[in-house]
Structures are given as structure tokens and as C-alpha cells.
């Protein structure tokens, strides 16, 4: 096995109705990747010498994705056999063992790949093997019907079996291997005499033990091969999605109390040593260093988070935020395109958008950076050491120099010298005995109404 080719074709041209989406079926995202990325992934592990894509046409975005690997257009799509053959002239001239994959089929492990691989070679020459599962309910996968010997007889669909055929729990999960000597007289020989009028891959295995072959068939756990029609299979899918992510996280030596509450993006990147708190969101583009604690409700997006920094709880990362070591974002604190130095902290009810702080700087609570005029941000710097009172507000572009102190509810417009104090708001007045003169006034007025005399 090890001195053939491998060449990979992924289904991806079916219409995908059952979605009731605009968005192209493969494109719907799970973990924040989508459905056919999560496949290009297993397979990129198994490290294929060719690989097609096959669409149908207007599908410009799913190419763009899959890009720069080579797209077959089927159109118009006419089932799954017909869709194979739409990648024959991608690879004319290859010989070695050709696997079939389907875009819809998002959570195959490379692992279960070379398995469903080595069964075409070991321990004789067959001419398909096929990945089957037992699913709780079969619903309406293709039944897999068996010989005494183990091979497969036949796959049956779901709208053409009958109750007896409806009755078997083994189904196919529609991944193939095919010897390449022999994938396209196979297809080429499936007609469409079935419910739905489609070429149906399925068919080439009742073909191939017609012409004497031997179809293998190789089990894989249900969770990793449920196929995705529709928006109820799509959030079961991120659900064993999310489920074997955190697995890995705590693995990997992640503390997580709740990690049933923790959710996950595909491309997170967790050091050991971090803590993650209940009801954490992890979309796309986070990194957190060791000894780094994300409390509770954090919900986090495109951010780097250095070593022993602190986030939340309550935090909300968005793309560009970067901690530095033992930096600390508490409470109610948004930050976006803000980079905090070492030991810098915002520890509550603060906005810094489009700034950079230096180490050690302190944020005071309410300190908010006016980064948007309504037409163009602009960056707001606060030098190492700066201590910026509560309720202050920066008003972009702006600095503030190393050391500065800017007094609370100041609203800083230029640029504050290092180690200077700045005060940017009314001084304050004082008036001796106004408020109770105030109340006797008012209270005197009262009184004269209640005895009626209005003059
Ligand atoms: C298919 C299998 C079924 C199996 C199930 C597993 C067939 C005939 N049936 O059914 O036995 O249990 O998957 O999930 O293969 N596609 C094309 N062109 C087409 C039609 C489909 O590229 O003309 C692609 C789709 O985009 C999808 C994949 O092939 O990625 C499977 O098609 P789908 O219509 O979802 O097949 P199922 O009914 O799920
Ligand atoms: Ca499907």
C-alpha cells in the first residue's frame, strides 16, 4: 500500500435543499470552520499525491475555499456515481488508489482514512472497501447488505429498500476506496433506475462483486461519520464537534471545571496550564499562553493572550487584541486592536479599541478610547506606566506619554507629556450653606401652599 499513489475526491456538487439555507451546505461552518474544511484536514494528513474537488456550477464560493486545489464542475449534478466521473479528466493518467469522500461528511478522522485505505490491500486484493456504521437511528443512510464472509453484497438506499432491507442497522457512511484500475468501468457501468433517477456510487459495489472483486467493509464509530442534510444534523455535529475538542484541550492539559460550557473553535490554540471558567466562547483566532485564567463569560475572538494574563469575567476579546504577559482585561472591558503591554491592566468597564499600551500601564474603570469620528479610526497610545483615571475619555488620534497621570473624568485631546499630570475637565466650586438655604426655600414654599395662602 505504501508504495501507491493516493488521489482524493470530495463530493461537494449536491444541492444541499435539505438545508433550507442560501449558504452553500459545505460552506456551513461547524466550530467556526466549514464543513469541507474540516475534511481538506484529514485528508491533507494522509498526504495525497492528487486531489479533486467536485462542485457544481455558481459554487464560486466553495472554490475559493478549497483553493488552489483543482474543482471539477458537475453539472448539472445527477447523483453521486455521476459526480465521481465529473473528476475523471482531473486525474487522467493516475493509477494508484483513489478515495472517495463526501463534503457533507465532516467529522472523518485521518486515522479512520488510512484504515478504510489499507482494507483495499490487506489481506488480499479487493477492488472497494467501504466505510459502514451503526447509527442509533439509521434514518436514511443506504443499507449495507452483507455476505457470509464478511465482504459486502450490496448498499441499498434508504428510498428503495424495503421494510425487511429498512430493518438493517448497517449502514454506509459513504466514504469509499477504489483501486484506480478499476474505479472508472465501475462508475461507468451504474445506471439511474431508482427512486430519485440519480447515478448512485452505492451501485458500484454490487458491480464490482458482479465482475468478481472483493468489497471490504470497514467500521467506523457513528459520531465520526454522520452525514450533514440539515440544520438539526448540522448542530448535532457541533455538538460531538465540541465535545471532542474539549477532550483534547483537557488532554493537552487545559483545567476546565465546566468544559460541557466551554465552546471551542476549530484553530484554538490553548497552552497547558491555562484555566478556562464556565461559559467561555472561543471564536476563530485565539492563542493562550501557559498559567493564563479566562473567567467566566468571556467571550473571545481573533486574540492573542500571553502568559499568566487574566481575562474577565465578563471580558469581550475581539479580533487584534493582544495580551502581554500577566496583562490583566477584567470585567465589562471590551478591547479590539489592542495591544497591552506586560502587566498592563483594564480592570473594569472600559473600551479600548485601536490602542497600544504600554507595560504596567493601569486603565481605570470607565476609561473609554473615542477611536471612530463616524468616518476613520485612530490610534490612541498610552506609554509604560501611565495611570489613567476612572471615567477619562481619549479622544483619538491621542497620546499619552510613559509615567503621565491623567486625573479621573478628564476627556484628554492632546497629547499628555511622560510623567506629567493632566486634568481635563470643570474645576470644581464650592458655595457654603447653598443646599440648605436651597431647602429652606423650597420647604417654606410648601407650606404657605397648605395653608392656602397662594399669594
Ligand atoms: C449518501 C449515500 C448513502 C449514505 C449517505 C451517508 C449515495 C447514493 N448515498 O446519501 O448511502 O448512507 O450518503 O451520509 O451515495 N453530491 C454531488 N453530486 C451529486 C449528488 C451529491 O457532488 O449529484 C455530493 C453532495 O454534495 C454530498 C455527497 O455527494 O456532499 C452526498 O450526497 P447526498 O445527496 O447528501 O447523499 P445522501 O442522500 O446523504
Ligand atoms: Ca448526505
Known sequence: MQGQPLAVVILAAGKGTRMKSPLPKVLHPLAHRPMIGHVLEAVAALGPEREVVVLSPGQEAVAAHVAPRPVAIQDPPLG?????????AGLKGFAGD??????????????????????????????VAVLTFRPADPAEYGRVILDPEGGIAGIVEHRDADRKTRGIGLCNAGMMAVAGARIWPLLEQVGNANAKGEYYLTDIVALARKAGLKVAAVEAAPEEVMGVNSQAELAGAEAVLQARLRRRWLEAGVTMTAPETVWLSADTRLAPGVTIEPNVIFGPGVTVDEGAVIHAFSHIV???????????PFARLRPGAALGEGARIGNFVEAKNARLGKGAKANHLTYLGDAEI?????IGAGTITCNYDGFEKAETEIGAGAFIGSNTALVAP???GAGAIVAAGSVITRAVSPDALAVARGRQEERPGWAK???????????????GNKD
Open 398 to 400: 491621542v497620546k499619552v
Open 437 to 451: 438655604a436651597f431647602r429652606e426655600r423650597k420647604r417654606g414654599t410648601k407650606s404657605q401652599r397648605r395653608t
Open 80 to 88: 453521486t456515481a455521476h459526480a465521481v466521473l465529473a473528476a475523471r
Open 98 to 127: 483513489v478515495l472517495v469522500l463526501y463534503a457533507d461528511t465532516p467529522l472523518i478522522e485521518a486515522g479512520t482514512l488510512r484504515r478504510l485505505r489499507a482494507a483495499l490491500h490487506d489481506p488480499a486484493e479487493a477492488g
Open 302 to 312: 481573533g486574540a492573542t493572550i500571553g502568559a499568566r494574563a487574566s481575562v474577565g
Open 358 to 362: 504600554g507595560a504596567e500601564a493601569n
